[in-house]
């Protein structure tokens, strides 16, 4: 949802490189899983709360700013490519559901007589990734085109604005409110 907005307000060049952070930061939970540091933030209650609501208010953080941005300028300059990128990349690093799933989902298809178990989930982690970007890119691309139409004119633009402000603060609030509470049980 997050690199869909971004191509429908900000056009294909800006999807494409907020697709590139954010799988720059699933790549990194590849790297932490074959490392075996996912299982930190799985196991820690803490850990996975901190992260699970820092991502929440990054995510309200860029609806807000999105929001509050003045759209009555002729033509509205994009954000800058770095940015886009780290952008991308820091709400995918704060998305602790990402962890959770390369813990519970690469072990599944790792062979431990297939040679050393972190090279396996790096390799799969590398794979997953790269159908992520994939599909992410077509999302990209789709929405990109919607979005030139979109961006026509002064109003519509302002409107895709508050929308993506919108969808932001949406999905802030709801990755807070997901999920039951993490209760340890007791032995």
């Known amino acids: 949802m997050y690199v869909v907005m971004r191509s429908l307000d900000q056009g294909r060049t800006a999807g494409v490189v907020s697709v590139l952070g954010v799988e720059t930061g699933t790549f990194a939970y ?15 209650e803490a850990g996975f709360t901190i992260v699970k609501y820092a991502g929440a208010a990054y995510l309200v953080y860029l609806g807000v700013r999105k929001l509050l941005e003045r759209t009555d300028a002729p033509e509205e300059v994009p954000s ?53 970007v994939l599909t992410d890119g077509a999302y990209v691309l789709l929405a990109g085109a919607v979005g030139r139409r979109l961006r026509s004119g002064q109003r519509a633009r302002s409107v895709l604005a508050k929308l993506s402000g919108g969808v932001y603060i949406v999905l802030g609030v709801s990755a807070a409110l997901s999920g039951p509470g993490r209760t340890r049980s007791s032995a």
């Open 80 to 132: 800058g490519r770095s940015r886009l990128f780290l952008n991308g990349m820091v709400v995918q690093l704060l998305n602790p559901k990402i962890a959770i799933f390369f813990l519970a989902f690469l072990p599944q298809f790792v062979d431990a007589s297939g040679g050393p178990v972190a090279v396996q989930i790096l390799i799969l982690g590398a794979l997953f990734t790269l159908l992520a």
């Open 30 to 44: 590849a790297l932490a899983a074959a490392a075996g540091l996912t299982g930190l933030i799985a196991a820690s």
